[in-house]
DNA sequence: TTGCTCCTCACGTCACGTGAGGTGGC
DNA sequence: TTGCTCCTCACGTCACGTGAGGTGGC
């Protein structure tokens, strides 16, 4: 793999170049290339936004939270292949109802391939999220009744009128 | 009622020693019974919070937001019939899914006795829980499914040790 | 010079939680 | 004097939203 690093070297500086941010930086290709796998590309703030759909106000703050790492090129974030997965597991845990503390806590287990969660923290978050749906069901039923509840009402105050006018 | 004006006077004053705030305030009569009900009996905070569920720190909460106005007597909070009622409704507001600006705003129209929803509010306040329920209910079956693959990851790694071990 | 993208503060939002420090009568 | 309930700040929490003000190369 000797050989990847001179050839990562001069794709990473390439890259640099072809997202145009060699105004922003002089790239220290060696800083660039250290978590540069072959084919990665280091992607730009608002590209990782976009490909995720989240704000960049979103990455920074999972950056001021330690989730995050990218690296930098002077004031600039260079998100390689390594911090985007990670975003993608960012994301989930946050789809799976869990707090970005509860995260950093599964992703900064020894393997982090994935979110390493145990049985008995899925079993947590599954009733957590079923009290949780519970809920909703029951304001959703509610609210199903004042709705047709509120039709009667009209249709009472239009009897009501009705005979009034009479 | 001007009967009642007298005998809720007295029960005022009694009720307020009931309660054992006569050493707080020397109980103004004439203001602690002017929204005062016949069978009224005012309640300090944390009788209200007690029968309500709720913490006093949501109670002034709610009170800062301008949603519940108790009646003061001296430094200390009274909440009548009225206001408990009222907090019902906040409470009913919350259970709906409404923020508490949208409670204030369904509370502060003309008549106040319940939360006057429109239709469409109904129907958009349905579709959000709705909403919210789909995505809870997918976060359930992704945890769900994360369980039971875990399972077969421990069976996998059970074989591959066993195979290893031979 | 304007427009674009990037940046760093830093206060705002939502619905409270959580002390800190003080009061007043039994 | 201790214990109880009440009070008012006022900062903390959660996950960002939302400007303000500045940078650097086309």
Redesign the pocket.
């Known amino acids: 793999m000797a050989r990847n690093a001179t050839i990562d070297a001069a794709a990473g500086a390439l890259t640099a170049n072809a997202l145009?941010?060699?105004?922003?930086c002089r790239p220290d290709v060696g800083r660039i290339d250290r978590f540069a796998d072959a084919g990665d590309h280091p992607m730009?703030?608002?590209?990782v936004?976009r490909e995720f759909g989240?704000?960049?106000?979103?990455?920074?703050?999972?950056e001021?939270?330690r989730l995050l790492v990218?690296q930098?090129c002077?004031?600039?974030?260079l998100y390689h292949r390594k911090d985007r997965e990670r975003l993608g597991l960012?994301l989930t845990g946050?789809r799976l109802g869990?707090?970005?503390?509860?995260?950093a806590a599964l992703l900064n287990k020894p393997h982090d391939k994935g979110l390493r969660l145990t049985r008995e923290q899925c079993v947590t978050q599954i009733n957590l999220l079923e009290r949780q749906k519970r809920r909703t069901e029951i304001a959703i039923a509610e609210l199903r009744r004042i709705y047709t509840s509120f039709y009667r009402t009209l249709l009472d105050e239009a009897g009501s009128d009705f005979r009034r006018t009479e």
């Not at 730009?44 to 590209?47: G, P, T």
């Not at 002077?74 to 974030?77: H, K, L, T, Y």
């Not at 869990?98 to 995260?103: P, Q, R, S, V």
């Open positions: 145009g941010i060699g105004h922003f730009m703030i608002a590209e936004a989240v704000t960049l106000r979103a990455l920074r703050f999972y001021a939270k990218p930098r002077g004031p600039v974030r960012i946050r869990f707090t970005l503390a509860e995260i």
